[in-house]
């Protein structure tokens, strides 16, 4: 049996499985066979005599432990393989809880505190303490402790910690240290843990009580970690407490895959563990079975320029395959209709499904453009370890308003936001206007606006309360009639408070929240300036962007789950997926790296790894795509490329920008060297017209403006200029058919035919991407270029 395990695997998964003699380290590049590596060591393990209750292997998914189980069973019978200890860290160490819970003052029917519970916990006794609940967010503190207890610091050291302590008082919440003491003392009295605390009770219990270390340290002979890189200090320090006998151990991992330190992952943990335990021995598997040689040489190409690394030269005997293709885009709006195209085209030509194509964003707010983008061009989605952004909470507490503003009798959206923020039109409140409401057959906004008269049963100030929000609604309404929807949108997310409430934390769940808002301001502003441009109305109302809105999240309700579709994530959940066809967006400075994680060289190195990540999840094609404008906080802002498309091997990049003949050149750390392709150049590491600036310093751009002349001929209004101030174009061409115009949007275009006079002068244009669109050329934001 063990012969024939050892045959299916090569050199260096062998020498990974057979070494049994002391701690091992298996770095398992991208693609490399880990699962594998694991499961067929367990097998030999059980060849070799050992027992399979001895054997303790620690995964970081149910999901994980449940296939490698399966896996194990096909390979020595399903009966040893149920005989194994094998979970997550937090579901073994509960089991040794139970067991041992008297040890350190609980009782073993203790209770589990999930994330809900112990953030209720928290706000109670934020609430208990008389505390500013808008200062001390209950999520905010709940994560300062959590973070805390990852790194095995409970309450007295982190009261005595100045570190902690300072930092504290710079988010002006000082009594965390008290709250936290509380927090303890309260899950004691209720003899419960959270589930941090089967980690941190899991080290004291060994810590304190040496007899039950040494039995737990006997019991399991053998320790395997899956994933060791994402380990936190506390799970690293409870293997060592097990393994430190006998170290039996072989942790599995990729250093190269560290991707969650905002999680409390310590990349520490494996790229020291050699030095950790005497006479450990490192194994690399190397070979990657996923990706084509091209897509894992550009990867390694990358990923080289990460100076804390253990290092490894990935390799793959697949097809060579094609080079990764960087395809620029002019806006968000044109990458979003690349993504789109290209879906199409492979899918027709390749002959596959939907379910091959995945796109990869650095933020979850990305999703936006490329939604709505597929739902046009019937292309089925859904959204990895997500939901739809139309579906996320703070975009319908928005949309809830402006259906309140627009039609004030909608209960649904009514019911929603009266009293979001809070101001103080409590569920009683709500509850009585609802009864009069019925009592007289009426909408509940009618007794809203005359509370009095149809006997609502509330007091003076209720009243007040009610008549300012009255008032602000009504205010809102009659802008709605002359106000553009961006316009009186963005006024209702401030005034309204909305806007205070989302800012107001500096959490990643906070941040998120805050990145959905801006995304979908601009997707508002997108939609008002595409309006217009395209003569479509001059006066877009907030009522039809509603109606815009309605259309797009009708299609959120689709019923054929099991259907193919493409899939949409972030890159932190594409870990440990891989798809046919992967398209990586939004490769731009201040979006990927993002701008929270380049104040050091860790979190630069941090977000590398992610990219790396990203590349590495493609079988045969792997896209990259940016962006040269995007709407942010109400105007087209101009992006400069991510530096981390500088740090691949060029001959392992083929610049795509409509034009077969295109290559992508680097010069050093200098920028990007001569590229020229119909539409857009570069030139001694400058960029010219329209692109990119790769030095990373922001260009002097001129804001593009609506033509201000009209007549059978327009001149381009706006042009780019480079860092020198000098016109990057001759800009004296005429708008005539036959004419080449960039588009702000839209990209690259050619002027088919022009008609109409004045202000109704319109022209149609066929873009590179976008298609064919007419534009009414008082609005629109084009350059001529030939």
Not at 370 to 383: A, G, S, W
Request: aromatic letters at 10%.
């Amino acid at each position: 049996m063990t012969d024939n395990i050892l045959e299916q695997l090569n050199d260096s998964q062998r020498e990974a499985v057979t070494y049994c003699g002391g701690a091992s380290l298996v770095i398992a590049g991208a693609g490399s066979g880990k699962t594998r590596v694991l499961t067929y060591k367990i097998a030999y393990l059980l060849g070799q005599g050992f027992m399979p209750w001895n054997i303790l292997a620690l995964t970081f998914t149910n999901k994980a432990a449940r296939e490698m189980k399966e896996r194990i069973g096909a390979l020595v019978g399903i009966e040893q393989a149920r005989r194994l200890n094998m979970g997550t860290f937090h579901s073994v160490f509960s089991r040794i809880l139970r067991t041992e819970a008297q040890a350190i003052g609980y009782s073993p029917n203790f209770t589990i505190y999930d994330q809900s519970d112990s953030r209720s916990l928290v706000k109670a006794i934020i609430k208990e303490m008389g505390l500013d609940e808008k200062v001390y967010k209950h999520t905010s503190v709940a994560d300062r402790i959590s973070m805390a207890k990852n790194r095995l610091m409970l309450p007295q050291a982190y009261a005595s910690s100045r570190q902690t302590v300072s930092d504290d008082v710079a988010r002006k919440m000082p009594a965390v240290k008290d709250i936290y003491l509380r927090y303890c003392d309260r899950c004691r009295q209720a003899n419960a843990m959270d589930f941090d605390d089967l980690l941190v009770n899991t080290f004291v219990l060994f810590d304190r009580n040496e007899d039950i270390r040494r039995k737990y340290s006997e019991r399991f002979g053998y320790v395997l970690v899956d994933e060791y890189q994402d380990t936190n200090y506390a799970q690293q320090a409870i293997v060592t407490q097990l393994t430190r006998d006998h170290q039996h151990i072989c942790a599995v991992g990729d250093d190269a895959q560290s991707i969650y330190s905002f999680r409390g992952a310590n990349i520490d943990n494996i790229l020291n563990f050699t030095s950790s335990y005497d006479g450990a021995r490192l194994f690399k598997l190397e070979q990657n079975y996923r990706s084509t040689q091209f897509i894992v040489q550009a990867a390694n190409s990358l990923i080289k320029h990460n100076s804390r690394q253990i290092p490894k030269d990935t390799f793959s005997r697949n097809e060579q395959g094609e080079k990764l293709v960087l395809k620029p885009a002019y806006s968000d709006k044109e990458e979003a209709l690349i993504v789109c195209n290209d879906i199409k085209r492979i899918r027709r030509e390749e002959r596959c499904e939907y379910s091959d194509f995945a796109i990869l964003y650095r933020t979850n707010s990305q999703s936006r453009s490329f939604e709505e983008c597929m739902r046009k061009m019937n292309i089925p989605y859904h959204i990895y370890g997500g939901m739809s952004f139309y579906q996320r909470k703070e975009i319908k507490d928005v949309i809830a308003y402006f259906r309140v503003v627009v039609n004030p009798d909608d209960e649904e959206a009514l019911r929603r936001i009266i009293n979001y923020p809070s101001r103080g039109i409590g569920d009683t409140t709500l509850g009585r206007i609802v009864a009069a409401a019925t009592l007289n057959g009426v909408s509940l906004w009618t007794v809203i606006c005359s509370p009095v008269a149809y006997g609502l049963d509330v007091n003076k100030g209720t009243i007040g309360k009610l008549g300012k929000f009255r008032d602000l609604v009504m205010g809102w309404g009659e802008r709605a009639n002359t106000d553009d929807a961006y316009t009186i949108g963005r006024d209702i997310i401030s005034d309204s408070g909305v806007s205070c409430d989302i800012y107001s934390g500096r959490d990643p769940e906070d941040i998120a929240r805050q990145e959905n808002l801006e995304e979908f301001l601009s997707g508002m502003q997108d939609f008002v300036e595409s309006r217009r441009e395209e003569g479509m109305e001059e006066h877009v109302a907030l009522a039809d962007f509603l109606q815009e809105v309605s259309l797009l999240t009708d299609l959120d309700s689709d019923t054929e789950v099991d259907s193919p579709k493409v899939s949409l994530m972030t890159v932190h959940s594409a870990k440990g997926l891989e798809f046919p066809t992967v398209f990586i967006v939004g490769l731009e400075e201040n979006i990927f790296p993002s701008p929270m994680c380049t104040s050091s060289m860790r979190e630069l190195e941090e977000e590398r790894r992610l990219l790396y990540v990203a590349v590495t999840r493609a079988e045969k094609h792997c896209i990259l795509t940016c962006a040269q404008n995007r709407f942010r906080y109400g105007r087209m802002e101009y992006d400069t490329p991510s530096r981390f498309l500088r740090d691949f091997d060029p001959s392992l990049i083929r610049m795509d920008n409509g034009s077969p003949e295109a290559s992508f050149q680097a010069h050093g750390s200098a920028g990007w060297k001569t590229y020229e392709s119909s539409g857009s150049r570069f030139v001694n590491s400058k960029p010219v017209a329209t692109q990119f600036k790769a030095d990373l310093k922001m260009p002097h751009v001129e804001r593009l403006k609506p033509a201000s002349s009209f007549g059978k001929t327009v001149q381009p209004t706006a042009s780019f200029t480079n860092s020198s101030g000098s016109s990057s174009m001759v800009s004296s061409h005429e708008l005539c058919e036959g004419s080449m115009i960039e588009h702000q949007r839209f990209g690259m275009g050619e002027v088919l035919r022009i008609e109409g006079v004045g202000e109704n002068m319109k022209a149609t244009v066929n873009f590179r991407n976008a298609g064919t669109k007419q534009l009414l050329l008082k609005f629109a934001k084009y350059k001529v270029i030939k």
